[in-house]
């Protein structure tokens, strides 16, 4: 149980503290209640919320948890069509009362097919709103998530859409979000919230995986397949049952059908399988989805204090070590997107956006400083040229 706090979101916001014409930023902690105000406490103010609000929540884990767990349902079959000539006022939603729920870039889709869908909803509420931020910069062409982003902007500013943005790591929303900004008061120590006994940071991952008891459970977050599949054969030779759950939608790194019954076990039932002792995440798992095995440890392997605190929540119970890099040696976690390939000038530019690196002065690193932090964590890093262009190639941890 919670022992932080004392009272739920439902509990502390209330409907009438929601404000057009500004994006509503709730700091929602884990334990804090987020998921059953968004998905009953704001549907019980609408008359008939499946035609009302939609939930837009950042990964295909976290979404199919709640549709195996919560009054929603996916997609609305009618959406997969062409929008024009479909009357929303009547024959938006079928009348089962269930929330729809679907991912940012889906929204996006939506949006670049009809640029005023959004305004078909008295609530938008938006699940780790920071994520849809960072996956900009990793969409294709054409980018969904930016323009599910320029949408939600456009929807702020609507004259009946109350837009809410729930997250437990609110700061880069309040940053980059081009919307007037309502930050609803919450007092941390009041809200319900689980407790971290203790903080220890490590030099090495590998130490702190010997230093760990086989008799414990806990959580292993990196942040690339590769190295997920490494970890998990390091920690099975040292004597752990150790089982990694990435996103389905990669074709590249297919799951076998044990790693897919784990997923399941997760996303429908909150728990990891008794036989197994740690589970490796990415970042398809970064956030939304919630265990609530008892979990004795976590170690987030990255330096980023967003996906710290994320990783954390997934853990729907008090957490006795939480393990992070030493903070004068931050380790970095190259998305794959970045690695095995030729990065030009304008590549090494958003890399650096991507990994958000600050000085001490909170501006961003550039690339001379990035490439000496790449390289302090191990990965090869090569130059090249091709014609008058100069490239680099970041590849794994050897």
Same mark, same amino acid.
């Given at each position: 149980?919670?022992?932080?706090g ?14 057009h ?9 884990t ?5 059953? =105000?968004?998905?009953t ?7 008939? +919320? ?28 009618l959406?997969? !069509?062409?929008?024009?000539? &479909? ?21 996006g ?7 005023d ?5 008295d ?24 323009? $599910? ?24 929303? /309040?940053? /980059? =979000?081009?919307t ?9 120590? /009041? ?7 203790q903080?220890i ?25 590769t ?14 049952? +150790? ?10 790194h297919?799951?076998?059908? /044990? ?29 939304? &989805?919630k265990?609530?095995? +008892?979990? !004795?440890?976590a &170690?987030?392997?990255?330096? !980023?204090? !967003?996906?710290q605190?994320q ?6 119970n008090?957490?006795?070590c939480?393990?992070?890099? $030493? ?48 390289? $302090? ?19 794994? +941890?050897?």
């Amino acid at each position: 149980m919670p022992i932080i706090g004392t009272k739920y979101l439902s509990q502390i916001v209330k409907p009438e503290m929601l404000k057009h014409d500004e994006l509503n930023i709730i700091k929602s902690p884990t334990g804090s209640g987020k998921t059953y =105000f968004a998905l009953t406490a704001i549907p019980s103010t609408v008359p008939d +919320p499946a035609h009302k609000i939609v939930y837009l929540i950042d990964t295909i884990n976290g979404k199919e948890q709640i549709l195996q767990n919560y009054n929603a349902r996916p997609l609305y079959h009618l959406w997969t !069509d062409e929008l024009e000539g &479909i009357n929303f006022d009547n024959d938006m939603f079928e009348t089962n009362q269930r929330i729809v729920i679907i991912t940012y870039a889906k929204f996006g889709v939506l949006l670049d097919r009809d640029p005023d869908f959004h305004r078909h909803f008295d609530y938008i509420i938006c699940d780790e709103l920071h994520s849809l931020i960072k996956f900009q910069y990793f969409s294709k062409q054409p980018n969904y998530h930016s323009i $599910a982003k320029r949408g939600l902007e456009r929807a702020v500013r609507n004259d009946h859409t109350k837009v809410v943005a729930l997250t437990a790591t609110p700061t880069q929303v /309040e940053n /980059e =979000f081009d919307t007037p900004k309502h930050r609803i008061p919450i007092d941390d120590n /009041e809200v319900i919230h689980y407790e971290t006994k203790q903080v220890i940071h490590y030099t090495n991952i590998d130490e702190v995986l010997n230093r760990i008891s086989l008799h414990q459970t806990g959580l292993l977050y990196v942040s690339h397949i590769t190295t997920m599949k490494a970890m998990e054969q390091t920690a099975h030779e040292m004597g752990f049952n +150790p089982v990694s759950v990435w996103s389905i939608s990669n074709t590249d790194h297919e799951m076998t059908q /044990e790693q897919l019954n784990v997923r399941e076990q997760v996303l429908k039932h909150y728990t990891l399988p008794p036989e197994y002792n740690l589970f490796i995440i990415n970042a398809s798992s970064e956030t939304s &989805i919630k265990i609530k095995s +008892p979990m !004795d440890y976590a &170690i987030v392997h990255s330096g !980023d204090e !967003d996906t710290q605190v994320q990783v954390r929540g997934r853990i729907n119970n008090d957490l006795s070590c939480l393990y992070l890099p $030493a903070t004068d040696s931050t380790i970095i976690n190259m998305p794959d997107y970045f690695l095995d390939c030729p990065l030009y000038r304008a590549d090494k530019e958003k890399l650096c956006e991507v990994l958000n690196l600050r000085n001490a002065s909170g501006r961003l690193c550039g690339w001379t400083t990035v490439k000496r932090r790449i390289v $302090a964590s191990g990965y090869k890093v090569t130059e090249g040229r091709r014609g008058n262009y100069r490239f680099t190639v970041i590849s794994d +941890p050897v």
